[in-house]
């Protein structure tokens, strides 16, 4: 039982819309815009399916008029029609529908009704008989089955008698055994031939001498060798042979005479008017005459990207000269105003460069494919605009994916975030959280270093009790950034300080602590120092939710090391995502 079925465009107009069971539009509303904010939006359309809450939704998208087909049951359910169905309603509404979409465009979709729930409840049922046409066949019971036919006394056997497959497998033996009788009759015939040539051979060797004996042998063991050579010199040879040596080399944008190059011969016992003149060729300058002096000429250089291309439209330029004559050109005219749509087979060779590409330049292998799958299924059935081709249309969908991927979904203005907090009289709190070793203190104290010059106050929580050193570590910061700007500078005001409790205590109280204390000292902003724990350590996860939870603070940081790779994404999905 399906929960719903909606229709709408790219744009956001629901064009139709089913609901199969009885409830309010919002039960279908919110699973929906959950599937825009996760799937479409965020260009994470390598699979056709999404989880909502006890819903699971499958989605299909017609790239050519912009519409999105999105059907929802329940997750329990097994429903293995909704596949053929969601393609079957796609093809239908395309069809029926096309004209007006070619014809009006926007409008059509603005001022058009679409009357598609008949055919729709058709397709639904035919895509139900369907399945239940494929079901599988229930088991066979003991009677339908081939050995209750068989009787009790056929399948006794008595000792005298042998089964009816032996017999017949010996009597194929017997078979076999008379034919290689008379094989075997046969050869006997053809023996004594044999024997009445060897004494022949024998009697005209005992005519000849033993020295016309070791001649004739001679000349056959010679005849033997010569027969070989033959062979040998069959074999091919190369036509002529490598020359070994050295060979100049001939520079691009140098000088190709090798005369002129050549000053072996420049004096002759010391004199210098037998040295060649070098003649001026103005094709081989490289100094620009028409800029200032000192100024090389630009280089001509082709890019990988531009020979791709070129090879692209000459593959597509040499296919429409073989269809000749007035049907290659009315192809080429609609190659050219940009009719021809997008399949998977003309993508797949350019997706796979893509893929390559990618993994290449560090993105994970899972990544990569599923990028290059969202951006085919994001470009497939799609109208080529005019004079482009298919690898700078993938490039340019590619490229907007990961820019939509790599915009945060949410705004980080620290400094807007500062003010606000000031305007309500409350400190701005900012915790740092992440592996061992990361760096957190010292980005701290980065940080720390930027607001100060913005001119804000800063309040440094020492919540690391664990590691030892981590609170002198931050004494020095403080310090040191005390050194840089001292009070003197800002009328007397000490800009940053340490807050600590020493060793061994309850980072979420001494957080609390600190926050309430820069509340009433009049700090604009507490950076909370906290210690490095991996994301698989349970108890150091559980004491880090207690600090954030107990003291909710505005912004949690997490700082990763570029080195490990895609282990920190790893690290953020696992655990840490949960703070954010």
């Not at 799937?39 to 359309?45: C, D, N, P, T, W």
């Not at 519409?67 to 329990?76: A, E, M, R, S």
């Not at 497959?165 to 076999?176: A, D, Q, V």
């Not at 069959?234 to 001939?250: I, L, N, T």
Request: hydrophobic share 35%; with cysteine.
């Amino acid at each position: 039982m399906l929960d719903f079925f909606t229709i709408f465009s790219k744009g956001g107009l629901v064009l139709w819309c089913f609901q199969g069971v009885r409830g309010p539009a919002a039960a279908c509303t919110a699973p929906v815009n959950a599937l825009i904010r996760s799937v479409l939006l965020q260009e994470r359309g390598g699979s056709n399916s999404f989880n909502h809450e006890a819903l699971t939704l499958k989605y299909k998208l017609d790239n050519q008029f912009e519409l999105v087909f999105v059907v929802g049951y329940q997750k329990i359910l097994t429903l293995t029609y909704v596949d053929k169905l969601i393609d079957d309603v796609h093809k239908e509404f395309r069809d029926k529908y096309r004209n007006d979409f070619q014809q009006k465009g926007t409008l059509g979709l603005l001022n058009g009704t679409f009357d598609f729930k008949e055919d729709f409840l058709r397709l639904l049922r035919e895509a139900e008989e369907s399945s239940k046409v494929r079901a599988p066949t229930a088991m066979k019971t003991f009677e339908q089955s081939a050995k209750s036919q068989k009787t009790v006394k056929s399948m006794i056997e008595t000792r005298g008698e042998k089964p009816k497959e032996k017999t017949k497998n010996k009597k194929n033996k017997g078979s076999k055994k008379e034919v290689s009788g008379a094989e075997a009759a046969a050869a006997p015939k053809a023996a004594p031939d044999v024997k009445q040539e060897i004494p022949v051979a024998a009697g005209d060797r005992e005519e000849l001498t033993k020295d016309e004996i070791l001649q004739k042998n001679r000349e056959e063991f010679f005849r033997k060798r010569l027969k070989g050579g033959e062979k040998s010199n069959k074999s091919p040879k190369p036509d002529a042979s490598k020359d070994k040596g050295k060979k100049p080399r001939v520079w691009d944008l140098g000088n190709s005479n090798a005369k002129v190059l050549d000053y072996s011969n420049s004096t002759t016992n010391g004199n210098a008017d037998t040295c060649p003149v070098e003649e001026y060729d103005p094709d081989m300058v490289l100094v620009d005459p028409d800029h200032e002096p000192g100024r090389l000429r630009d280089l001509e250089y082709e890019s990988e990207e531009e020979t791709e291309e070129e090879k692209v439209v000459h593959n597509s330029s040499s296919a429409s000269v073989k269809k000749g004559g007035l049907g290659g050109m009315f192809g080429m005219l609609k190659g050219l105003v940009g009719s021809k749509s997008l399949t998977r087979e003309d993508m797949d060779p350019v997706l796979e460069k893509m893929k390559d590409h990618l993994i290449a330049k560090n993105v994970a292998a899972e990544i990569a494919v599923q990028l290059c799958e969202s951006v085919a299924k994001k470009l497939e059935g799609k109208v080529m605009g005019t004079f482009t081709t298919v690898t700078s249309t993938v490039k340019q969908a590619l490229q907007e994916s990961l820019v939509q991927i790599l915009q945060p979904q949410r705004r980080v203005d620290v400094l807007r975030d500062v003010m606000d907090a000031q305007r309500h009289r409350r400190p701005y709190v900012i915790t740092f959280c992440g592996v061992n070793g990361v760096g957190k203190s010292t980005n701290l104290a980065k940080i720390s270093f930027w607001l100060i010059e913005n001119g804000y106050s800063v309040l440094i929580a020492a919540c690391d009790t664990f590691r030892a050193g981590a609170v002198e570590q931050l004494r020095t910061h403080t310090r040191r950034l005390n050194a840089l700007h001292p009070p003197e500078n800002h009328s007397g005001r000490t800009m940053v300080q340490l807050y600590e409790k020493g060793y061994g205590k309850d980072a979420a109280g001494i957080a609390m602590e600190a926050i309430a204390y820069a509340r009433n000292q009049g700090f604009d902003v507490v950076l909370v120092d906290t210690a490095g724990r991996m994301q698989d350590n349970a108890p150091l996860m559980t004491a880090l939710a207690k600090l954030i939870a107990v003291n909710t603070p505005d912004l949690v940081l997490f700082v990763g090391e570029a080195l490990v790779g895609n282990e920190a994404v790893d690290q953020l999905v696992s655990a840490w995502t949960q703070f954010a």
